[in-house]
């Protein structure tokens, strides 16, 4: 509901209130050295340099400032100046960040002037503020509502995001049209809080982390590994329909591996490095792709045996830095649902069709394929940075035009989004909303006509000549982990029956009646049930109350009453209706739950 695209007014709103904090900054510490000040997806953030460590209170005393600026009706003038005037300028008003960022733009961009945005006071027409900036902002701060604003924390952040660079303080603001957007906005904060996948999947016994086994490294109970298992083995039964079998691959590989597949020159200091008693050199494999190659070059492959889908869930492994680390989000290690299908070239709009049913089959089993609910991001080239992107440009335009036309004719809601695509292809990323509208990059098709070139994969065609097949990459549920910490987040851990890591649970009123509880766990075992029996000494009512907490789907109630007329008391989490019934209707019911 909140990102703002560039250009829009609501965008340079935030823009605008980043220079403004800025300058309330400046006027708290004028010897502050000012970082870069970009817009987020729900307000803004500056980096700053700072002669001590900000606390909380400073935030409130910084907002005034801002708010003061606001009202003093400050116009942005921007004006252009040549490069060595420009560093001239900063060096004389003491931003050194500022002239770095300049001589980064001439060596990237060829540019030979920057601009600037001075915010000018209309009572007196003075300039108070000036920054290096690109734009845009609001032509006057009249525009910005003083009660759409907010400042919201403080962090670290390394200069230009490099570990190597000075430490700086960000502070970071929330920002809207209007005050009742942000109060909206707060209270989605707050649901959001509560439904935090770390807090929740304590409180389930989903997952834990352990110091002696490392950050970012999760641990799944047998819970939490029941939920990861019923989310695997669904997609695998809805891809198997599309002819996709399974392959196992080892989770080190050489260097070379990637250094052949491109991998090795993007993320190398991503890696996790091993080494053995000899002198090959090793890496814990950070994703699957060239393993998947050799496995089609392993033997001679004819146009027969195209298209070749193979699929795998396995744990890629990569060095992420600690501070970026965060619950299931943002692991080390990352189970990946993965799958490479290789074909012809006429064979794509066909695979990737296919791709498109998996993927909708599974989102609308969450019920989250809807008009409102995902849209798809066709994910293309940067035109101006062809350098970022292997192989050639032929293919590159190929594939484009096959996934915009398979776009449009699966009748997807997609947009073309540049500079999005991998750096070996384009691609079509599954936007989807979760229940607090947050937006969520999950499923994924790719094309790929630069790893089976890298390779030199080939097959014989019809022509009795070697041809180069296409590689299509999907992902349905992405990052299992992650994946996992979006659904948690989005069923605030009430999961549907079907995905329910419990389904039900058995709670006989007393012991006597614990026998009679084991007899029902066992039938619906035998059903294929995921059942537990609560069988503590609590009482009834604390036992209540537990399965309630654990947000299990259906408990069972059984005592005297139920064991003489081989029945259950059945309460519904979701609807709390309650009903006894025979374990035969209640299984009916659950048939196409």
């Not at 997609?414 to 990323?429: M, N, S």
């Not at 059903?527 to 537990?546: M, N």
């Amino acid at each position: 509901m909140s990102k703002a695209e560039k250009g829009s007014h609501l965008y340079n709103i935030r823009h605008s209130l980043a220079h403004m904090l800025a300058e309330a900054v400046l006027e708290m510490f004028p010897e502050a050295k000012l970082g870069t000040g970009p817009v987020t997806d729900n307000g803004f953030y500056y980096d700053f340099d700072l002669p001590r460590t900000l606390i909380p209170e400073d935030l409130k005393l910084i907002e005034k400032k801002m708010r003061k600026f606001v009202q003093q009706n400050q116009s942005f003038v921007r004006r252009d100046e040549p490069l060595e005037p420009a560093k001239e300028f900063l060096k004389k008003i003491g931003q050194p960040y500022k002239i770095e960022l300049v001589e980064k733009f001439a060596e990237q961009k060829g540019v030979d002037t920057v601009s600037f945005y001075e915010n000018v006071r209309e009572a007196d027409g003075k300039a108070v503020f000036v920054d290096l900036c690109e734009g845009g902002h609001v032509e006057n701060t009249r525009e910005i509502d003083p009660k759409s604003f907010k400042l919201s924390a403080i962090s670290s952040a390394y200069w230009q995001a490099d570990e190597n660079n000075a430490q700086m303080q960000r502070i970071y603001g929330l920002a809207f049209e209007s005050a009742e957007e942000l109060k909206k906005f707060e209270m989605q904060l707050e649901e959001a809080r509560k439904r935090d996948h770390r807090k929740i999947g304590k409180e389930l016994g989903l997952f834990t982390f352990s110091e002696l086994v490392g950050a970012g490294l999760p641990l799944f109970t047998q819970r939490g590994t029941l939920l990861r298992d019923t989310i695997i083995k669904t997609i695998q039964g809805i891809q198997s329909r599309y002819g996709y079998q399974n392959v196992w691959i080892p989770h080190i590989a050489k260097r070379d591996l990637y250094e052949t597949s491109g991998h090795w020159d993007k993320f190398k200091d991503d890696l996790f490095h091993v080494k053995g008693k000899h002198d090959t050199e090793f890496v814990m494999k950070p994703m699957n792709c060239p393993h998947h190659t050799q496995i089609y070059k392993s033997q001679r492959r004819s146009y027969r045996d195209l298209p070749m889908p193979m699929a795998e869930v396995t744990t890629n492994y990569r060095d992420e830095q600690p501070g970026e680390l965060l619950g299931l989000s943002r692991v080390r290690s990352l189970t990946q649902d993965d799958g490479h299908v290789f074909c012809t070239v006429d064979q794509i709009k066909e695979v990737s069709g296919d791709i498109v049913k998996i993927i909708k089959e599974f989102y609308t089993l969450l019920g989250m394929w809807g008009t409102d609910t995902y849209w798809v991001s066709l994910s293309v080239r940067d035109p101006e940075k062809p350098e970022k992107y292997l192989g050639e440009s032929k293919n590159w335009d190929k594939a484009e035009k096959f996934l915009e036309e398979i776009a449009q004719e699966q009748e997807l809601n997609f947009k073309r989004v540049e500079g999005e695509a991998a750096f070996y292809g384009p691609k079509l990323d599954f936007m989807f909303l979760d229940a607090l509208g947050r937006e969520w990059q999950l499923a994924t098709i790719q094309i790929d006509f630069v790893m089976p070139q890298r390779f030199e994969l080939e097959y014989d065609a019809e022509d009795n000549k070697p041809h180069r097949p296409v590689m299509v990459h999907r992902a349905i549920a992405g990052s299992i982990e992650r994946f996992l910490s979006v659904i948690i987040e989005h069923f605030a851990g009430a999961f549907p029956y079907w995905l329910a890591p419990v389904q039900t649970k058995i709670l006989p009123v007393s012991d006597p009646f614990l026998p009679y509880a084991q007899k029902i766990a066992d039938e619906l075992r035998a059903a294929g049930v995921r059942v537990e029996v609560d069988a503590s000494s609590e009482t009834l009512g604390k036992k209540i109350r537990k399965a309630e907490l654990e947000k299990i789907p259906y408990m069972m109630v059984v005592g005297e009453k139920e064991q003489n007329e081989s029945t259950v008391n059945v309460r519904d989490y979701a609807t709390k209706e309650q009903k006894t019934v025979k374990v035969g209707e209640f299984l009916k019911q659950v048939e196409s739950a």
